[in-house]
């Protein structure tokens, strides 16, 4: 059983800032790969970008999935005065950008702004860009080229009890798998599946379980914080592990619910019950691959999901980590 206080929250921090935007995860899987390397001897990647790294083991065949992307911009044309047109990549508002920062794959920040109505200049005309400090557009070209991505620029900042950051959905889901590989020996035959394109409809997770038909899958990601003052009543921080019983995509067996939960119980890990009815995650693909995979959910409550400034709770990382490894060590007689 891995040590309750040992978790490198370094890793965590490298693995936030790590440029990842959807269809260009190459940077975070890359880092990954160095960090499980000593680990691990079999480290595959597939055409799609997806990392599968795998622990063998004598018992069940278990798929542990987390998906590497951020939500991001993507250009679309650049203009004569050299500013830059996107369009949204993942679940991000151009509204909720204006004034934020961004940065390009080169490093390169750009400033998002909107465009002012030609007849009224109180008003905007919807239309949004980005600034990188350039007077044309071949300046412009010289530093960016339409179809580049950039990601939200978040800054990481740790204290005693909370993680504030950019890209923590779904680094953290990354981080608990990373240090899951280092710390667990377990029996069972384990499959940690980092997926690509999850944020543009989970794309990756439609093609990584071909060839495994794993006996159960168990999908890690964030969820989000209903914590607000006036709202508490569903999951938030610092309650622990979120087991998953719906989305949008998926409604989990009461078997594997009741199961996951007992588990927690039986071993003093916090955790509430996620219920979503908009949004998804890979357990959604996953569950439904071939003949159907027994599929279950621990997910992170974060606040300010899909911005750069997210933030988490320590306890609840460590309960899901926690959560995971007794999953793990757990024979599957119920299933």
């Given at each position: 059983?891995?040590?309750?206080n040992?978790?490198d929250?370094h ?5 936030a800032?790590t440029y ?9 899987a890359?880092?990954?790969?160095q ?13 799609l970008g997806?990392?599968l790294?795998?622990k ?21 044309s650049?203009?004569?005065e050299g ?6 990549v993942g ?5 909720d950008?204006l004034?934020?920062?961004?940065q390009f794959q ?16 109180e008003?905007?005309?919807?239309k949004?860009?980005?600034d990188?400090g350039v007077?044309?557009q071949e ?6 080229r ?8 978040g800054d ?16 953290i ?13 377990s029996?069972?035959?384990?499959y ?19 060839g ?5 899958a168990l999908i890690?990601?964030?969820?989000l914080?209903?914590?607000?003052p006036k709202?508490?009543n ?8 979120a ?5 949008r ?5 009461p078997?594997i619910?009741?199961w996951?939960?007992d588990a927690?119980s039986?071993n ?8 979503i009815?908009?949004?998804?995650t890979d ?7 071939g ?6 959910g621990i997910?992170?409550?974060v606040?300010?999901l ?12 460590l ?17």
């Amino acid at each position: 059983m891995p040590n309750r206080n040992i978790l490198d929250y370094h890793v965590l921090k490298l693995l936030a800032q790590t440029y990842g935007p959807s269809g260009n995860e190459r940077q975070v899987a890359e880092f990954i790969s160095q960090q499980v390397g000593s680990y691990v001897q079999d480290i595959r990647s597939d055409a799609l970008g997806n990392l599968l790294i795998r622990k063998p083991g004598t018992g069940k065949k278990i798929l542990i999935a987390c998906h590497m992307d951020e939500i991001g911009v993507i250009i679309t044309s650049i203009g004569e005065e050299g500013y830059l047109y996107f369009a949204p990549v993942g679940g991000v508002k151009s509204s909720d950008l204006l004034a934020k920062r961004v940065q390009f794959q080169n490093k390169r920040i750009g400033v998002v702004s909107q465009e002012k109505n030609t007849v009224d200049e109180e008003k905007t005309s919807g239309k949004y860009f980005i600034d990188i400090g350039v007077n044309s557009q071949e300046e412009a070209g010289k530093i960016v080229r339409e179809g580049d991505m950039a990601v939200l620029v978040g800054d990481y900042q740790e204290t005693a009890d909370h993680i504030l950051s950019k890209a923590l959905d779904d680094r953290i889901g990354c981080f608990i798998a990373v240090e899951m590989i280092k710390q667990l020996h377990s029996e069972q035959d384990l499959y940690f599946a980092f997926t690509a394109q999850e944020e543009v409809g989970s794309r990756g997770a439609k093609t990584i379980v071909h060839g495994i038909e794993p006996d159960l899958a168990l999908i890690l990601d964030t969820t989000l914080s209903f914590d607000s003052p006036k709202e508490k009543n569903r999951t938030s921080l610092n309650r622990g592990a979120a087991i998953k019983v719906m989305d949008r995509t998926i409604v989990v067996s009461p078997r594997i619910k009741n199961w996951m939960a007992d588990a927690a119980s039986q071993n003093d890990i916090s955790f509430q019950w996620e219920i979503i009815t908009t949004g998804g995650t890979d357990s959604g693909p996953i569950h439904l691959t071939g003949r159907g995979i027994p599929t279950g959910g621990i997910a992170i409550p974060v606040r300010y999901l899909h911005t750069g400034n997210e933030i988490a709770a320590k306890h609840d990382i460590l309960s899901a980590f926690l959560l995971l490894a007794v999953l793990l060590n757990q024979p599957f007689t119920n299933l």
